[in-house]
């Protein structure tokens, strides 16, 4: 798995025991880093799993003051569901107009169902884009 950036680290750790999800390498990279929240500051997506279900989820941490959030892994985004199990690629998308600073999150199953996932007015939103 790759290392967690330095700022990153004690705030995932604290998340983590605290939401009792451990990260798994699902997915290469195991996680990803772009400014998902708009701020200007980068923040990391983190693959997990939670620890009782074994419900995959992706984790973002932000490195501004909007803290962490779980998508997946027990907790329901749109057509995602609530285990991104079936999920086989991820990756950053830019935004997708010039009045948008905020990187998306592809995530997809080859062939199959596809999503972006994206921050907009405080928390992380799906928008269907295949299946």
Not at 24 to 33: D, F, G, H, K, R
Not at 56 to 64: D, L, N, R
Not at 80 to 94: E, N, Q, T
Not at 106 to 127: C, D, N, P, Q, T
């Given at each position: ?11 995932f750790s ?45 984790v ?72």
């Amino acid at each position: 798995m790759s290392p967690l950036p330095a700022w990153a680290e004690v705030r995932f750790s604290v998340f983590a025991q605290s939401h009792h999800v451990q990260r798994v390498a699902q997915l290469t990279p195991s996680l990803l880093i772009g400014d998902f929240d708009g701020d200007g500051q980068r923040d990391v997506a983190i693959v997990v799993e939670q620890r009782s279900t074994h419900k995959t989820g992706i984790v973002f941490i932000h490195q501004g003051q909007r803290g962490a959030y779980l998508v997946g892994a027990g907790h329901t985004l749109g057509n995602g569901g609530d285990d991104f199990r079936w999920m086989d690629s991820w990756k950053i998308a830019p935004p997708t107009s010039n009045a948008s600073h905020v990187d998306q999150l592809l995530v997809e199953r080859e062939s199959s169902a596809s999503g972006m996932i994206y921050f907009a007015r405080g928390r992380y939103r799906w928008k269907q884009l295949g299946d």
